[in-house]
Structure formats: structure tokens, C-alpha cells
């Protein structure tokens, strides 16, 4: 018989599935190993409670509860109480299944969640992990049904807080954004915050970069991979120091923000702040963009020197061919490229690029060659056609025909008893039912 796994002497027992976990007022004896679980919220503005304050605030509470020490150090996130996806619960979480703790000891509940399907579900976790859940400034017992409804009543109001401050966040920002007014957030690259009247103005290191970014991308007609790479190997970092990647290019390229316009949610505030670039080049960069994401099923736009961009498409992927070009060491190079391999590299398809001045040469040279012999080419394809369609229909020619004979042989019949009637040498009765039969003989 195996020997079973022993139980340190301090542990709590592991409460039976479905029972309510102890909690600290249990009347267990010995000492009760507390973790602490802390959390600053994303909007430091509207929610106060810092990670210090929290931490001197629950170990003064631990200190103050006789036969309670701490289990290590606390486990802390800087994130939303709105997600589950926290480094800080998820270790602690897999610290309860380990049992390496007998309490979970948090500032208020809306630090552990503020959902309260999370928190019912969180809850339900540290139950089978057979740990107590305790809130510092919050009095509550959930080994009984007052308690947890009690818990149940402060996760609504913790989710109903948490929605209070998303409106008014969003209330706020959106009436900044309608004075024209930088509404916050990452600042667009190119762009300084004035912080006195949250006014963009132009960035004079930052700017002429992002001009050269739409010359290159409408008049080079480089991808935003490409552009990146350019912009990397130029050795030019991007806002916070680090490489260029395309999806940045890609966003800088659709920003209505380098147009001089605020726009936010339903809020456009055009003329709010300095242009970088002209409405033409703008929208231009749009045009190509939006194109280049539908390249599978649209011509994408491009300068006339590509004339067969969004015209062939590979035989790997099936998207488009587009046109783009590389620099060497003295000269550019002109190719098309499939669009799944410009924009997602070799790994997005492995077809090969086309160079666009053999294709395009190849090209024209078969148009000349047909338009050259197109009268004799189109002559044939006619003569070609027309006896197609006399093999095909001969056997209704020939059905057609046999009709036509017999409907000229009853016609001549009638004639002929019409004849004999007004000659009177037929009955005046007997010429309509000959006549009837003659032409109706199916219902004679």
C-alpha cells in the first residue's frame, strides 16, 4: 500500500467540494500562513490605492490577526481588475493549488476582481484549493449564505464601479477631443503633446521621418515591411527607441492625425493641429492601403510604371501580385511580388518574385504580336464558330426541313379540295372535314 502524501501540521484541511472554505474566524488552532494578492489599477487618477499603500496596510492587518504569518513574498499585478490574464493571480492561483497558503489576503475585493462572474469563478478556485478568502477592509464570513451574498453584493458593485469609471474616462476624452484637443494615449509618431493645452505640434526629429515613411510608401511604392526594414537599417528608431515593424508603419499610414484632424470615436475635429502631410498624399496612402488589403479580389492601386500589378496571381497562395522595388548598391530593382509574401515575408508564400522589366517587356511584346495579326486571328476565330454551329444544329436543320415538306404537301392537298368544292364537284359538307383532318389529323 503506498504511503500517502503527509500533511503539514499547520495546513488547513481541504474543505469537501461545494462547502464554503474556512475562513479567519474559524476557531482552527495553530498558525494560518496568509498570502497577499495586490493590485494598481490602469487609471491611477481614478483609483488611489498604490501598490505601497496596500502592502503597508495588509501587514499591519496580518500583524494584528494572533496565530496569522505571512507565506512569503506578496504576489502584486499592475493591470485591470476587468482580466484574468494577470501574472501576479495566475501565480498566485497555482501557489493555492500547491498549498502553499491557508488564506488569500486582499485590500478590498475589487483589487482581486471586477467582475463578478470572475470573482465567483476565482472564488470557486481557492474552495477546491481548500483556501479562505479575506478582504482587509471588508467584514464578511463566507462559510455561511449571509456572507457570500454579502461577497457576491460587493463583486456587483466593484463591476458597477469599474463601468462608472470607463464611462467617465471615455466621457472626458471625448469632450477633449471635440475642443480639438489631443483626447490622450500613445501620441502619434511625429507629434510633441504640448502639456498645458494637450494641443499636438510637430516634433522637429520626428517629422521629416514620417514624411520620408509616405514618400516611400506612395512613390517608391515600398511595403511597410520594406519601409521598416529601410528605417532600421538607416538606423532610425522608432517613438520609444526600439526597430520600426510594419503593423507601426501600416497604422502610421491610415492616421487621419498627420491631416491636422482629431478624431475619435464618433468626434472629427478637423484643422485642430499642424499637417504633416498634404490631403493628397494622404489619401493617397489610404487608397493603397485599403486596395492591398482586398488585393485578392481588386486591381491594387499602383504608379504606371507597375502596369500588371493586381493582374497575375499566384499559384501558391492565390492573392495578387503587386508591384514593389529594392535598392542595390547603384540602382533600384523593380519586381512583382506576391502580396501574401510582401506582407507577411516568405513565411506568409514562397513564390518567387517576378521581374518587372522582363514580364513587362514579355507582355507588351505578345499584345503587339496579336494586335499585328488580330484581323486574320479574329477571321478564324469567326469562320471557326460559324461551322460549330451548323455541326451542332444539323439535325435540327434536317427535322426542320422534313416540316416544311410535309406542311407543303397538306397545303397543296387543301388547294386541291378547294378546287374540286368550287368546281362542284365535292359535296358542300365533306370539304371542312377533309380539311380538318388533312391539317389536325391527330384529332380526326
Known sequence: MPTPRPTPIHRRPRSRRGDPPATPNDTNTGTRRVAIYVRRSTDDEHQPFTIDAQLTALT???NSQPGWML????????????????????????AAKA?????????????????????????????????????????????????????????????FERSTIVDRVINGMTTKASKGKWAGGTRPYGYRVQPDTHTLTPHEDEAPILREIYRLYTQQRLGTRAIATELNHRGIPNRVGKPWSGLTIG???????????????????????????????????????????????????????????????????GTKYIGTSATGRSRTYRYYTCFSRVRYGPAGCTS????????????????????????????????????????????????????????AAKTAAISR?????EAGTMDEHEAPRVSWRLVYPACS
Open 60 to 62: 499591519s492587518y496580518v
Open 352 to 407: 518567387p518574385r517576378l521581374a518587372a522589366p522582363e514580364l513587362d517587356a514579355a507582355t507588351l511584346q505578345a499584345l503587339r504580336d496579336f494586335y499585328t495579326h488580330a484581323d486574320t486571328l479574329i477571321a478564324d476565330a469567326i469562320t471557326r464558330a460559324q461551322r460549330h454551329h451548323h455541326d451542332t444544329h444539323a439535325d435540327r436543320h434536317g427535322e426542320l426541313q422534313a416540316i416544311t415538306t410535309q406542311i
Open 99 to 159: 498549498g502553499r497558503f491557508d488564506v488569500l489576503l486582499v485590500y478590498r475585493v475589487d483589487r482581486f476582481s471586477r467582475r463578478l462572474s470572475d470573482l465567483l469563478d476565482l472564488l470557486n478556485e481557492l474552495d477546491e484549493a481548500g483556501v479562505a478568502f479575506c478582504s482587509a477592509t471588508e467584514s464578511f464570513d463566507t462559510s455561511t449564505a449571509i456572507g457570500r451574498m454579502l461577497m457576491q453584493l460587493l463583486g456587483v458593485f466593484a463591476e
Open 71 to 94: 507565506a512569503g513574498d506578496p504576489y502584486s499585478d499592475d493591470a485591470s481588475g476587468a482580466i484574468l490574464d494577470r501574472p501576479g493571480l495566475q501565480r498566485i492561483l497555482t
Open 251 to 317: 497604422r502610421i499610414l491610415t492616421n487621419p492625425a498627420y491631416l491636422g484632424a482629431i478624431a475619435y470615436r464618433d468626434v472629427y475635429v478637423p484643422d485642430a493641429h499642424p499637417a504633416l502631410v498634404d490631403q493628397a498624399t494622404w489619401q493617397r496612402a489610404h487608397d493603397i492601403a485599403t486596395t492591398r488589403a482586398q488585393a485578392n479580389t481588386h486591381r491594387a492601386l499602383s504608379d504606371s510604371t507597375y502596369h500588371l500589378t493586381g493582374l497575375i496571381t499566384c499559384p501558391t497562395c
Open 417 to 421: 379540295y378547294h378546287t374540286a368544292f
